[in-house]
Every structure is written in structure tokens, then in C-alpha cells.
């Protein structure tokens, strides 16, 4: 089985220019989720979906970050335009919904951004 | 926003037990707890799950006391590949998974 794709895996941009990560999660996972981890600190929940509709967005920086997940499949966070402080790791992670849903996660690899 | 409470760093010998703790004394009655843990550079990996009663699986058990107000991991015979940051989480009603700093442990040779 597949896990959970993310591009690209590194990105390297100056401020206030803009980027956007992929995410393709498990197939047939309902649930997914784009967190920001910055060095040192815990994963942060931006934003999470179920199917296409937004579930929780209450962490995620409206003014300058964005999230579509159009067709309830893969995923696009987009951050425009970008300030020193975005440099993270950007994860996203799925998971199965249903009666035999135990909430695990699964993550993917995670998209490293550096803002210069 | 984070709902539980570990140490921030914990030492471990090699081929013992570690026991991570987690105090999370403000759950609800239908939130499950959940451990991860990240070993650097990669996402969290699940370890183990559990409501009210306490669970094993082959990677670690999970005791939670009776008032669910705290828990604790336990890696039965810690490995160098052990080192890791564990993450203890309060998973919401709504499937949401908020990570709070969680506890580095360092495997001691």
C-alpha cells in the first residue's frame, strides 16, 4: 500500500514570494491533515479536512496561508506571500474514516521550506 | 491546542524499560489517548491507543489510571533505535490530533 506523497520535498524561496506543497494521501482515506512543524517544537495543526469540506482551520494564518482539497483526493497548501517565521516542516497526514476507524495517522515524508 | 503534559527530556538505558509519562487531567470522557513518536527528520510514526483500559501491541503498552487523568507508555526493553520525541496526544471529538512539545527520550548505550 502506498503511504502518503508530498512535494516537493525541499523548497528554498526569499520572503514575501509565494509556494505551494502537494499532498496525495492513502486511497480512501476521507480524513486529511496539513501540520506546520517548526525546528524544536511539536507539529502544529493547520488545517484539517474531511472528504472536501474544512473541518478545523481555526491554527491556520488565513492572511497569508490557503488550503484546497477540491475533489476530497489530494491536497494543496499554498503560503503567499511568505515571511522569514513560515520556515517549517510542512506535514500532512491521513487517515481512515469509518467503523473501523481506530484515528491512526499516517504521515508523509514532510516538505522542508526555507525562507530566506 | 494541546490538552496534555510531559517531560520534556528522559534517559533511558539500553535493554530497559522506558516509561514515558503524560498527564492530560482535563480529558473527556469519550477522547481516546494516542502516542506517537518522530525520530528525526521523519513524520510521527502511531505507536498505541486506548480509551480506559490499558493496551499492548508489539511496539509498547499503555497503562492509564483508572481517573484517566494521566498515562504512561511503557517500551519494554529499550533499543538505540528507541531514541526518539514522543508525542502523547488527547485525540478530539472531531478527529482532530493537536500535538503539544512531548518528551525526547535518549537510549543510552
Known amino acids: 500500500e502506498a503511504g502518503v506523497a508530498q512535494s516537493p520535498r525541499y523548497k528554498i524561496i526569499e520572503k514575501r514570494q509565494s509556494v505551494a506543497f502537494w499532498c496525495n494521501p492513502i486511497s480512501g482515506h476521507a480524513t486529511l491533515y496539513w501540520y506546520q512543524q517548526i525546528l524544536g517544537q511539536g507539529p502544529k495543526l493547520l488545517i484539517q479536512f474531511q472528504n472536501n469540506g474544512v473541518v478545523d482551520d481555526s491554527q491556520l494564518p488565513k492572511d497569508r496561508f490557503s488550503a484546497e482539497r477540491l475533489k476530497g483526493v489530494d491536497s494543496t497548501l499554498k503560503i503567499q506571500p511568505a515571511k522569514l517565521e513560515d520556515s517549517a516542516v510542512y506535514l500532512c497526514a491521513s487517515s481512515l474514516e469509518g467503523i473501523a476507524n481506530t484515528g491512526e495517522l499516517f504521515f508523509g515524508e514532510g516538505s522542508r521550506l526555507t525562507v530566506l | 491546542d494541546a490538552k496534555t503534559t510531559q517531560p520534556p527530556s528522559m534517559d533511558c538505558a539500553e535493554g530497559r524499560a522506558a516509561n514515558l509519562p503524560c498527564n492530560h487531567s482535563?480529558?473527556?470522557?469519550?477522547?481516546?489517548v494516542y502516542w506517537y513518536r518522530q525520530i528525526h527528520s521523519q513524520g510521527p510514526q502511531y505507536i498505541i491507543h486506548g480509551l480506559k483500559n490499558n493496551e499492548t501491541n508489539e511496539m509498547a503498552s499503555l497503562i492509564i489510571t483508572e481517573d484517566r487523568k494521566s498515562s504512561t507508555l511503557i517500551l519494554p526493553h529499550a533499543t538505540l533505535r528507541d531514541t526518539a520525541v514522543y508525542y502523547c496526544i488527547v485525540r478530539g471529538t472531531g478527529n482532530q490530533f493537536y500535538f503539544g512539545t512531548g518528551t525526547s527520550l535518549t537510549v543510552i548505550p
Open positions: 482535563t480529558i473527556s470522557g469519550n477522547e481516546y
